[in-house]
Protein backbone atom coordinates (compact mmCIF):
# COMPACT_ATOMS: atom_id res chain seq x y z
CA UNK A 1 0.00 0.00 0.00
CA UNK A 2 2.62 2.69 0.80
CA UNK A 3 4.38 1.77 -2.58
CA UNK A 4 1.10 2.56 -4.26
CA UNK A 5 0.80 5.86 -2.74
CA UNK A 6 4.22 7.34 -3.50
CA UNK A 7 3.78 6.99 -7.37
CA UNK A 8 0.35 8.82 -7.07
CA UNK A 9 2.07 11.55 -5.29
CA UNK A 10 4.97 11.87 -7.42
CA UNK A 11 2.74 12.08 -10.38
CA UNK A 12 0.45 14.75 -8.19
CA UNK A 13 3.51 16.84 -7.60
CA UNK A 14 4.14 16.86 -10.94
CA UNK A 15 0.83 17.94 -12.06
CA UNK A 16 0.96 20.56 -9.67
CA UNK A 17 4.53 22.10 -10.46
CA UNK A 18 3.46 22.17 -13.90
CA UNK A 19 0.06 24.13 -13.03
CA UNK A 20 2.05 26.31 -11.25
CA UNK A 21 4.89 27.17 -13.89
CA UNK A 22 2.23 27.58 -16.92
CA UNK A 23 -0.14 29.72 -14.20
CA UNK A 24 2.99 31.70 -13.43
CA UNK A 25 3.95 32.37 -17.21
CA UNK A 26 0.55 32.92 -18.63
CA UNK A 27 -0.38 35.92 -15.58
CA UNK A 28 3.49 37.58 -15.84
CA UNK A 29 1.14 40.69 -16.63
CA UNK A 30 -0.51 42.83 -19.02
CA UNK A 31 0.98 43.07 -22.63
CA UNK A 32 1.45 46.92 -23.17
CA UNK A 33 2.45 47.22 -26.33
CA UNK A 34 -0.55 47.69 -28.58
CA UNK A 35 0.81 47.11 -31.67
CA UNK A 36 1.37 43.78 -30.98
CA UNK A 37 -2.02 43.06 -29.84
CA UNK A 38 -4.72 45.19 -32.16
CA UNK A 39 -7.70 43.65 -30.61
CA UNK A 40 -6.51 45.16 -27.17
CA UNK A 41 -8.49 46.95 -24.45
CA UNK A 42 -6.95 50.33 -25.73
CA UNK A 43 -8.90 50.09 -28.78
CA UNK A 44 -12.18 49.39 -27.23
CA UNK A 45 -13.03 47.16 -29.12
CA UNK A 46 -13.44 43.37 -29.41
CA UNK A 47 -11.83 40.87 -31.71
CA UNK A 48 -11.91 41.30 -35.38
CA UNK A 49 -10.58 44.94 -35.17
CA UNK A 50 -7.03 45.91 -36.40
CA UNK A 51 -4.51 49.14 -35.98
CA UNK A 52 -4.63 51.67 -38.82
CA UNK A 53 -1.33 50.74 -41.00
CA UNK A 54 -0.60 53.54 -43.57
CA UNK A 55 1.55 53.59 -46.94
CA UNK A 56 3.23 56.56 -48.11
CA UNK A 57 2.88 58.39 -51.53
CA UNK A 58 5.42 60.92 -51.88
CA UNK A 59 5.86 63.04 -54.92
CA UNK A 60 9.54 62.49 -56.55
CA UNK A 61 9.10 65.87 -58.52
CA UNK A 62 7.00 66.19 -61.58
CA UNK A 63 4.48 63.47 -61.91
CA UNK A 64 6.39 60.94 -60.91
CA UNK A 65 5.54 59.75 -57.32
CA UNK A 66 7.18 56.77 -54.93
CA UNK A 67 5.40 54.69 -52.52
CA UNK A 68 6.57 53.78 -49.37
CA UNK A 69 5.87 51.41 -46.47
CA UNK A 70 7.74 52.70 -43.41
CA UNK A 71 7.92 55.90 -42.33
CA UNK A 72 12.42 54.89 -41.51
CA UNK A 73 11.73 54.25 -45.71
CA UNK A 74 10.48 57.50 -46.29
CA UNK A 75 12.62 59.72 -43.78
CA UNK A 76 16.18 58.07 -45.49
CA UNK A 77 14.96 59.21 -48.64
CA UNK A 78 13.97 62.61 -47.17
CA UNK A 79 10.87 63.49 -48.89
CA UNK A 80 9.37 66.59 -48.00
CA UNK A 81 5.82 66.16 -49.78
CA UNK A 82 3.86 62.86 -49.31
CA UNK A 83 0.58 62.09 -48.54
CA UNK A 84 -0.86 58.96 -45.83
CA UNK A 85 -3.25 56.40 -47.55
CA UNK A 86 -4.64 53.52 -45.39
CA UNK A 87 -3.71 50.25 -46.52
CA UNK A 88 -5.00 48.27 -43.48
CA UNK A 89 -7.13 48.68 -40.14
CA UNK A 90 -10.46 49.88 -38.57
CA UNK A 91 -9.90 51.32 -35.44
CA UNK A 92 -6.68 53.59 -34.56
CA UNK A 93 -4.04 52.39 -31.76
CA UNK A 94 -3.38 53.78 -28.90
CA UNK A 95 -0.46 55.85 -30.12
CA UNK A 96 -2.77 57.16 -33.19
CA UNK A 97 -5.81 58.26 -31.12
CA UNK A 98 -3.54 60.22 -27.89
CA UNK A 99 -1.77 61.89 -31.29
CA UNK A 100 -5.37 62.75 -32.69
CA UNK A 101 -6.45 63.71 -28.79
CA UNK A 102 -3.38 65.99 -28.85
CA UNK A 103 -3.70 67.46 -31.81
CA UNK A 104 -7.32 68.82 -30.21
CA UNK A 105 -9.34 68.77 -33.40
CA UNK A 106 -6.72 70.82 -35.53
CA UNK A 107 -5.67 67.16 -37.62
CA UNK A 108 -7.21 64.31 -38.51
CA UNK A 109 -5.39 61.18 -38.41
CA UNK A 110 -4.71 61.14 -42.10
CA UNK A 111 -3.16 64.38 -41.70
CA UNK A 112 -0.64 63.17 -38.47
CA UNK A 113 0.75 60.56 -40.74
CA UNK A 114 1.37 61.92 -43.67
CA UNK A 115 2.92 64.86 -41.58
CA UNK A 116 4.98 62.63 -40.45
CA UNK A 117 6.52 61.30 -43.35
CA UNK A 118 8.04 64.07 -44.30
CA UNK A 119 11.09 65.53 -43.45
CA UNK A 120 12.62 69.24 -44.41
CA UNK A 121 9.56 70.77 -44.13
CA UNK A 122 7.03 72.50 -42.47
CA UNK A 123 6.05 72.03 -39.57
CA UNK A 124 9.48 69.86 -38.45
CA UNK A 125 11.38 72.72 -39.96
CA UNK A 126 9.59 76.11 -39.08
CA UNK A 127 8.41 78.04 -36.00
CA UNK A 128 5.16 77.30 -33.85
CA UNK A 129 3.51 80.49 -34.85
CA UNK A 130 -0.32 80.03 -33.76
CA UNK A 131 -2.27 77.55 -30.95
CA UNK A 132 -3.47 75.46 -34.27
CA UNK A 133 0.16 74.88 -35.14
CA UNK A 134 1.11 73.85 -31.42
CA UNK A 135 -1.86 71.48 -31.21
CA UNK A 136 -0.51 69.63 -34.89
CA UNK A 137 2.81 69.99 -32.96
CA UNK A 138 1.32 68.21 -29.86
CA UNK A 139 -0.20 65.55 -31.92
CA UNK A 140 2.93 65.18 -33.94
CA UNK A 141 5.18 64.50 -31.62
CA UNK A 142 3.28 62.11 -29.72
CA UNK A 143 2.68 60.23 -33.11
CA UNK A 144 6.04 59.89 -34.56
CA UNK A 145 8.40 60.52 -31.71
CA UNK A 146 11.30 58.62 -33.61
CA UNK A 147 11.17 61.59 -36.35
CA UNK A 148 14.55 62.82 -37.27
CA UNK A 149 13.14 66.28 -36.55
CA UNK A 150 11.64 65.94 -33.14
CA UNK A 151 13.76 67.94 -31.42
CA UNK A 152 13.55 71.14 -32.97
CA UNK A 153 9.97 70.28 -33.08
CA UNK A 154 9.90 69.49 -29.34
CA UNK A 155 12.17 73.62 -29.22
CA UNK A 156 9.44 75.34 -31.44
CA UNK A 157 6.32 74.13 -29.36
CA UNK A 158 8.72 74.55 -26.24
CA UNK A 159 9.45 78.49 -27.73
CA UNK A 160 6.03 78.97 -28.56
CA UNK A 161 4.60 77.66 -25.21
CA UNK A 162 7.57 79.83 -23.69
Do not use: I, N
Amino acid sequence: MHRSRSPRLALLGVVVAATAVLTGCSSVGPDTDASEDPTSSDTGLGSGASPVVFAFVCDRGGSDSETYTTYSAVWEAERADCSAKRLTGSVPSSQQQAAVTAARGDATLVELASACAVRGADPWTSAVADERGAHVAAGLLRYCPGHPETDHLRDALAAYRG
